[in-house]
């Protein structure tokens, strides 16, 4: 699985745009790039994926680096129901395995009024 | 409608006991899941079921016995429970097949080992 590295934590004011580093250097060539968020107290939601190019839906956008080395999340207008731990999650589709995914540490998004 | 439900969502029992969690999805899925998430809040993947079928066991103590009725369903027993059991415990499920598909998951179920 590729490592990933995203800061611990970061504040954003609200109805500011937001955007969330991640590295993950090691990712491989089949790898796609998922975005889950979990708000407090209650179980991780997809937010996002992508492989090569940029990716837009209701929730977000993900910006991928040429190289595939780095992505950043988006969120276009942070609110408060935006504070949650943001989780970058390179993992390919595996058939033997299902969609098993690897969570790392995240990062804290705290989002100020 | 919730889409993954598990039950229940706290649990405080005694070292030593055996206890169950319950876990049904709704979506038409083949796979679930079920993960640990501990106080250091880290998700870490327990096991993996695609129509009923254990795919992975990911080092986990034979305490842990999962077991699925149908693919509807994902239920965890677990034996002579330790104090370090103790943490939050989410089923998710997922289409099975080629292509990147996303993971749905319960509201968890947090246990407490006194």
């Known amino acids: 699985d590729a490592k990933t590295t995203q800061p611990n934590s970061m504040e954003s004011n609200e109805e500011e745009p937001v955007h969330l580093p991640c590295n993950h250097s090691?990712?491989?060539?089949?790898?796609?790039i998922h975005w889950y968020r979990q708000l407090p107290s209650q179980g991780p939601e997809y937010v996002i994926h992508?492989?090569?190019s940029n990716v837009n839906n209701r929730m977000a956008s993900l910006a991928i680096a040429e190289d595939r080395k780095s992505s950043t999340l988006i969120l276009h207008r942070a609110t408060l129901r935006d504070a949650a731990v943001y989780y970058c999650?390179?993992?390919?589709?595996?058939?033997?395995?299902?969609?098993?995914?690897?969570f790392g540490g995240g990062t804290r998004l705290m989002v100020k009024p | 409608d919730t889409a993954v439900s598990q039950t229940p969502k706290y649990l405080v029992t005694q070292m030593g006991n055996d206890k169950s969690i319950k876990c049904e999805q709704n979506?038409?899925?083949?796979?679930m899941y079920w993960y640990k998430q501990d106080s250091k809040k880290f998700l870490k993947i327990m096991f993996s079921?695609?129509?009923?079928?254990l795919i992975i066991n990911e080092t986990v103590p034979n305490r842990f016995s999962p077991k699925s009725p149908d693919k509807a369903h994902l239920n965890l027993h677990i034996n002579s429970l330790e104090l370090g059991d103790s943490a939050v415990y989410f089923c998710?499920?997922?289409?099975w097949g080629a292509g990147v598909t996303e993971a749905f998951f319960g509201q968890g179920t947090r246990l407490t080992v006194v």
């Open positions: 998710a499920s997922s289409p």
């Open positions: 090691t990712i491989s060539g089949t790898d796609y």
């Open positions: 992508g492989l090569t």
């Open positions: 999650i390179p993992e390919s589709r595996d058939n033997n395995a299902g969609n098993m995914l690897t």
């Open positions: 979506l038409g899925h083949d796979t």
């Open positions: 079921y695609n129509n009923k079928e």
